[in-house]
């Protein structure tokens, strides 16, 4: 199976340097993007938003034969979503990392524009429950990896039009919560409880993590994405 692996925020396609390996030993073709815009100051990028980095992501869909699956961790699940949305026939399942499917009309997040980009805030700007599993080592080694983003693409507003997105089958692996607590979670969250109970299937995997998987536990994270793709 062609996977297409999608960072979040800040990181490119090496963030899943650790991942891929073992993917490739289960006998999947991998391909992780670096989406547009990232690193590149204000006058190159302010022009880029969330539509591009969906954009992107349906031309490495459009560039492959058969069916993919697209796995999004924490931002890059809104790109996941959006090429489901933009191709639904095209892809098996959409594998949201430590996040979840967004509903129309949301953004990723709001951070603070510096000269017009979000910079990467530096790991002590997130919660305990984030960054728990991320020790000194991997966090001096990673922090300099990350980059800038343009400043529209955490905050653009996602558009989705084609319903049949809802019968792309999804699995969400998250870090701390299982399927029960996800389920009692979600329902605070609107709307994003009715995008997600619209899915005529969907199904939760507790990773045992905090919010960057692909950093603290990748032999285990490779292990969950080859479980669900060949579910």
Do not use: C, K
Not at 4 to 23: E, F, K
Not at 45 to 74: F, K, M, R, T, Y
Not at 216 to 225: F, Q, W
Request: net charge negative; hydrophobic share 45%.
């Amino acid at each position: 199976m062609d996977i297409i692996l999608i960072p979040g925020l800040w990181l490119d396609a090496d963030s899943w340097s650790d991942v891929t390996p073992a993917l490739e030993r289960a006998g999947h073709r991998v391909h992780p993007l670096t989406m547009p815009g990232l690193g590149v100051a204000a006058p190159e990028s302010s022009g880029i938003g969330i539509q591009d980095w969906i954009d992107a992501a349906v031309a490495a869909v459009d560039a492959l034969p058969g069916e993919v699956v697209v796995v999004g961790h924490s931002g890059g699940g809104n790109v996941a979503w959006g090429v489901a949305d933009a191709r639904p026939d095209r892809v098996s399942r959409v594998i949201f990392v430590d996040t979840v499917p967004p509903p129309p009309g949301h953004g990723i997040s709001e951070f603070e524009l510096v000269d017009g980009v979000v910079p990467f805030p530096g790991w002590d700007f997130f919660p305990e429950e984030d960054v728990h599993d991320l020790d000194s080592e991997t966090r001096a080694r990673t922090a300099p990896l990350a980059r800038s983003v343009p400043g529209r693409v955490p905050t653009d507003a996602i558009e989705l039009t084609d319903t049949a997105r809802h019968r792309v089958p999804v699995t969400l692996l998250m870090g701390g919560l299982d399927q029960a607590g996800f389920d009692e979670v979600i329902t605070q969250w609107e709307p994003y409880a009715d995008e997600y109970g619209a899915i005529a299937d969907a199904e939760v995997v507790r990773i045992g993590s905090g919010h960057w998987p692909q950093f603290s536990v990748p032999e285990r994270l490779a292990a969950l994405l080859v479980a669900a793709v060949d579910r």
